[in-house]
């Protein structure tokens, strides 16, 4: 993980983005002297928000998976503040891009866009460099992120005293009680360093305690982190916690407005998770899933396809059931783009010109192969031959999708033969 960190860093640095680590990765290059002391689940980067369609496009260039569809185009960051990609095959590699250190939505009100790149410093790493948070900054995103997850892990309170003992001499207190009073963070705050301090001794000075034991904590504090990610995941709850606690009438009507009325793409993906089948009232099915969710298995045996963990790449398309030769798989709606990536395909219309298309929801996940038993047409996926249940769907990248083929097709042209690749191998890539 950090080899590839450090790769995923020098793309950064040639394309001029500033990228700071957080959580582990930041801990395993300050306070932990083997990564091994400290085990990660994934690697937690922020960035700028202006800079999110860039290094997002940075990111699918060198082979990202994306984990997530936007429930909207400005979704990320304007009220979420993370989009989730996936590297790799064999041993895949989460990447969790971040545009604000914290998820709960009330505290996006209260913090500015560039709280964390205050006073931040710039380190290398390898032959690339990071910037990492000041040393108040990183304690408060390790104390509050503990809180928001409920405290659920050892080694994130062993994450707290380690910064505040190493690097404790670092930390500007004053500093630190300004931003905790003015990001309204002081319950979250002292519910983390409460627990580290009873598992492994004092974290602040007394003076610091005193003074975070009488910041003002009010009812709307409390239900946010009640209900941050470790508390109740529906909807409707998320949505009702969200408009009591947010401030800002406007922002959290527009919130909410976009909440229950997310875009195709995301209602298409939204379906194949939870194996619904009839997208046109899946909006409204969405809002009302807490009592839907029992009735599932009575309609989920109607659902065709759903994603998984692929053999071939990462995430992959599998049949749910049978599916006959020439059947209508799934649709998708995919809008026309200039820029190639990783979930573009070309489309040849009536009039025979070619037009490069996004694929959207579920079907961005297709691999490919030699021998697809499947094919894209006209914004649907067909059928090419009987696909029992449980098999991977796949299509065809083209001809210059695999290694295999390449080769092959080398082999020929020497032999003057135009023979087939037969049942070799597929080497994977991730651009249609």
Known sequence: ????????????????????????????LTVY???????????????????????????????????????????????????????????????????????VLRYSRFMPEDAFWERSTKVRFGRSAVFLPSAENMLIHLAAHCTFHRCC????????????????DLIDWDRFLIKIRAWRLSHAISIS???????????????????LSRMPVSWRDRLAIRHSRGGSGDLFTRALVN??????????????????????????DWCVRHRFPWPRVARIARCLWPLLRHLNPWWEHQAKIENRESS??????????????????????????TKSGTYDCWHTGRDGESIRHAITGPLRYLNHSCQPNARLSEFRLIALRPIRSGHEITIDYGTDACLCRRKQDGINSRAGSSSSPGGQLCSQVTVM
Request: net charge negative; proline share 6%; hydrophobic share 40%.
């Open 33 to 103: 002297r083997h990564p091994h002391e400290r085990e990660m689940r994934d690697l937690d980067l922020l960035i700028r928000p202006e800079d999110l369609n860039r290094t997002s496009e940075l990111l699918e260039a060198e082979g990202a998976l994306r984990r997530d569809v936007a429930i909207c185009e400005d979704f990320i960051p304007r009220f979420h503040f993370e989009k989730e990609y996936s590297f790799g095959s064999v041993l895949p590699v989460a990447v969790d891009l971040h545009t604000r250190p914290f998820g």
């Open 193 to 211: 360093l409460a627990a580290a301090e009873r598992a492994y001794g004092p974290i602040c000075p007394p003076a610091v305690c005193q003074e």
């Open 243 to 268: 408009l009591l606690t947010t401030p800002g009438l406007a922002y959290v009507l527009a919130y909410l407005l976009t909440l229950v009325n997310p875009n195709r793409e995301y209602i298409d």
């Open 1 to 28: 993980m950090m080899h590839l960190l450090e790769r995923i860093a020098g793309k950064f640095n040639e394309a001029g983005i500033p990228l700071m680590l957080l959580k582990g990765a930041a801990l395993n």
């Open 153 to 168: 892990h050892a080694k994130w309170l062993e994450d707290i005293s380690r910064w505040s003992r190493i690097r404790g």
């Open 312 to 337: 071939i790449h990462g995430i992959g398309v599998f049949a749910l059931r049978e599916l006959g030769q020439g059947e209508l798989i799934a649709r998708y709606r995919g809008g026309e783009t």
